[in-house]
C-alpha cells in the first residue's frame, strides 16, 4: 500500500523553507528519500532506519517518528536546484520499496 | 565508472507487439528492480530479484515478464497482454541484503509509447 505524501505540490521563492510529510498505515523499518528532476532518474537523498537518528546533510534533513510511522524531509534555505519532485519509499519487510506519489516542489527567485 | 544502463531510452511499438528494455549494471549489486513511472501515480513495483535465477513479481506484474540469467543483466519484456504499456520505466539495483535498508541506484530510465 503506498505511502501518502503531502502536499502535491508546493512553490517556493529561494530562501524560503518547506516541509514535505510521509505517512505509512503499515509499521516501517525504514524510510527513503529520493529527488527526481524532470525526465531524470530518481536521486537518492537519504535513508531513515527504525531506531535511528535524525538525518541531514547541507540544509535538508528529514525525521521518522516510528510510532506514528510518519517521515518528514525538510529544505531550509531553498535553493533553485532543489526543484524537483521529492518521493518517499517505504520498508515494512519483506517486499521492496513502496513508494508514495511524489510532491513537486517549484523554487522560483 | 560504475552504474546501470538502460536501453532504448526512447521506444516507440505499435499494439499487439513484445518490446524488451535492457538493464545492466556494473555495480556488483545482487538486487535489481524494475518500476514502472506514469504521471502523478509515484513508482510502483514491475518485479524484482535477489539473486541470479530467481525473480518475484511486484505489485503490477501482469502483462510483463523478465528474467535473470546474470548477475549484470535484468530485461523486462512488455507483452502484448499489457493493457496500458505507455509509461517511463526505471530500473534500479541495490546491494545484497534486505531490501529496504540500502541505497536503490536508478538508470536513466526507458519511454515506452504504443501508437
Known amino acids: 500500500q503506498q505511502p501518502v505524501q503531502s502536499p502535491q505540490a508546493v512553490i517556493l521563492r529561494e530562501g524560503e523553507d518547506a516541509v514535505i510529510n510521509c505517512s505509512s498505515s503499515k509499521a516501517l523499518y525504514s524510510v527513503h528519500w529520493y529527488r527526481q528532476k524532470h525526465g531524470e532518474a530518481p536521486v537518492f537523498l537519504m535513508i531513515l532506519l527504525k531506531g535511528g537518528e535524525q538525518k541531514g546533510h547541507d540544509k535538508i534533513s528529514a525525521s521518522f517518528n516510528e510510532k506514528k510511522q510518519q517521515s518528514s524531509l525538510y529544505l531550509t534555505a531553498s535553493q533553485l536546484s532543489y526543484s524537483g519532485t521529492y518521493f518517499c519509499g517505504t520498508y515494512s519487510g519483506n517486499t521492496p520499496l513502496v513508494f508514495g506519489k511524489g510532491t513537486r516542489l517549484s523554487v522560483i527567485a | 565508472d560504475g552504474g546501470i544502463t538502460q536501453s532504448p531510452k526512447y521506444l516507440f511499438r505499435k499494439e499487439g507487439q513484445n518490446v524488451t528494455l535492457s538493464c545492466e549494471q556494473n555495480?556488483?549489486?545482487?538486487?535489481m528492480y524494475w518500476y514502472r513511472q506514469d504521471p502523478g501515480q509515484g513508482l510502483r513495483l514491475i518485479y524484482y530479484s535477489q539473486i541470479v535465477n530467481d525473480f518475484q513479481k511486484g505489485d503490477i506484474a501482469e502483462g510483463y515478464s523478465v528474467s535473470r540469467e546474470k548477475k549484470e543483466s535484468f530485461p523486462l519484456t512488455v507483452t502484448s497482454a499489457q493493457k496500458n504499456p505507455t509509461a517511463f520505466y526505471l530500473c534500479?539495483?541495490?546491494?545484497?541484503?534486505?531490501?529496504?535498508?540500502?541505497?536503490?541506484?536508478f538508470g536513466e530510465g526507458s519511454r515506452l509509447t504504443v501508437l
Open positions: 555495480l556488483n549489486h545482487d538486487a
Open positions: 534500479a539495483s541495490s546491494i545484497a541484503g534486505a531490501p529496504g535498508t540500502g541505497e536503490l541506484f
